[in-house]
């Protein structure tokens, strides 16, 4: 049987007014950046897509970096290896390993920062990072528009409404002066990545505050803000910290969400928090 | 769908499916077979070509997004002195990438070594690491970029 196929209808808004409002009239369509993230899960000659695609590239103002006092506002379509480009003294290190961490040199010059948080067909691999530095991201719609943090972001209540899309990400800058950023799993397959992001700031031999998140797959963001809390305050050098009290706040924090992560993962992310704690150790 | 674009300096056009990929593209429409396609997933690192004067994975474009823009394959890159800058290196230094991951490389090696800065081993080694193909010796990769760095940086000078 011949299947009736019908090749989508491309659209080029030049701006964000012309593109909402096309949203609105077609809310179905797909938003087209760089998407890596459609293409790369397709993989067939003719990649089926919806029959409306909305093409951003050609929007100015979402590919727009701006560097303000307190936070850099990167547009949602902003090439990642274009934000490289802004240098690591800028993005802070964490931030600057978290992008080159992703897909190749080559994938890298057309995925955009948007697709990273918006692709469910990917692992978002910068969510626990950015929802770590507080940033906040703007969705617009016809006739308004709203700031929302990334941690409110993930919960499907507060996140997208129909005809908003994604234009800017607002990073606060932060003076962490340790901060980690790791990858593992495999590439290919998101499901078993798992992100962990880490900072702390030290101050005279004291942790005056540290936090970290862990995101696996393309699930929800982890953290153990109590755990963060007892740890604020201690004197490095911390020893044998798997046998301190506060540690088992983050055993049990972890056990609790037995259902989103296993228990191969779960024990990775004690292991790299340990891992973070020793190089804390190790820099005294 | 008509589509206009610059391919290797060009102007061409072409009426196809919006979403067929710029690497079939290529070699189906146009019969520049050299850059070759092998995963459809952006991972491989064979079907590199320039968009824009920026190395990108064909397979990961389709043909819509290329409209009025240019596009560099290895054919049309083979013409220029940049290419002899590396395959001169690579013949010396005995770099012979295969034929399925040549252009992927040949065009990774050109982006790292236009920085005007000299690459080091670690982005060498992370670009080798962005190509599945192992079929080159390491060692002689390495060497081959090195030397393809100093190629350009002598013609370079040359101009000057």
Redesign the interface.
């Known amino acids: 049987m011949i299947k009736n196929i019908r090749s989508p209808l491309v659209y080029y808004p030049k701006t964000i007014n012309e593109l909402l409002s096309l949203y609105k009239s077609m809310p179905d369509s797909l938003l087209y950046a760089g998407g890596t993230g459609i293409l790369s899960t397709r993989n067939t000659k003719y990649p089926e897509l919806p029959p409306n695609i909305l093409f951003l590239r050609r929007i100015d103002e979402l590919s727009a970096i701006r560097r303000s006092e307190g936070y850099l506002e990167i547009g949602a379509c902003a090439r990642l290896n274009r934000i490289l480009g802004i240098g690591e003294h800028v993005l802070k290190p964490a931030l600057y390993a978290a992008i080159k961490n992703i897909a190749t040199k080559e994938v890298r010059n057309i995925a955009t920062l948007g697709g990273n948080i918006c692709s469910p067909y990917r692992s978002k691999t910068l969510m626990p990072l950015l929802a770590l530095l507080d940033a906040r991201i703007e969705l617009r719609k016809q006739g308004g528009s709203r700031w929302l943090n990334v941690r409110k972001f993930i919960d499907p209540d507060e996140g997208f409404q129909e005809g908003e899309v994604l234009t800017r990400v607002r990073i606060p800058f932060n003076n962490y002066n340790h901060q980690s950023f790791i990858v593992t799993g495999d590439r290919a397959d998101y499901r078993s990545a798992l992100t962990f992001a880490c900072f702390a700031s030290v101050q005279k031999e004291n942790i005056a505050s540290i936090k970290f998140a862990a995101g696996v797959g393309n699930k929800g963001i982890f953290r153990a803000r109590e755990f963060e809390e007892a740890l604020a305050g201690r004197k490095l050098p911390l020893y044998g910290i798997t046998e301190d009290p506060v540690f088992t706040r983050l055993t049990t924090a972890l056990k609790n969400q037995e259902e989103e992560i296993s228990s191969f993962h779960r024990r990775q992310i004690e292991g790299l928090f340990l891992t973070f704690m020793h190089s804390l150790n190790d820099m005294l | 769908?008509k589509i206009d674009f610059s391919l290797n300096g060009k102007k061409v056009s072409i009426d196809t499916?919006?979403?067929?990929?710029l690497i079939?593209v290529i070699r189906e429409d146009f019969g520049l077979m050299t850059t070759k396609n092998a995963?459809?997933?952006?991972?491989c690192?064979s079907c590199?070509v320039q968009?824009e004067g920026?190395?990108?994975?064909a397979?990961?474009?389709?043909v819509?997004?290329v409209?009025a823009k240019r596009i560099i394959t290895i054919e049309g890159f083979m013409g220029t002195e940049k290419y002899l800058d590396i395959i001169n290196a690579f013949n010396d230094m005995k770099c012979i990438p295969c034929p399925f991951c040549f252009t992927?490389k040949i065009m990774?090696v050109d982006?790292l070594i236009d920085n005007q800065r000299s690459p080091d081993t670690s982005e060498i080694m992370?670009?080798l690491s962005?190509h599945s193909c192992s079929c080159t010796s390491v060692t002689s990769f390495i060497n081959g970029v090195k030397v393809a760095y100093q190629n350009r940086e002598f013609r370079g000078e040359m101009l000057k």
């Open positions: 769908m499916l919006p979403e067929k990929r079939d995963c459809y997933s952006g991972e690192g590199i968009l920026q190395p990108v994975p397979c990961q474009i389709p819509f997004t409209r992927g990774a982006s992370s670009l962005d």
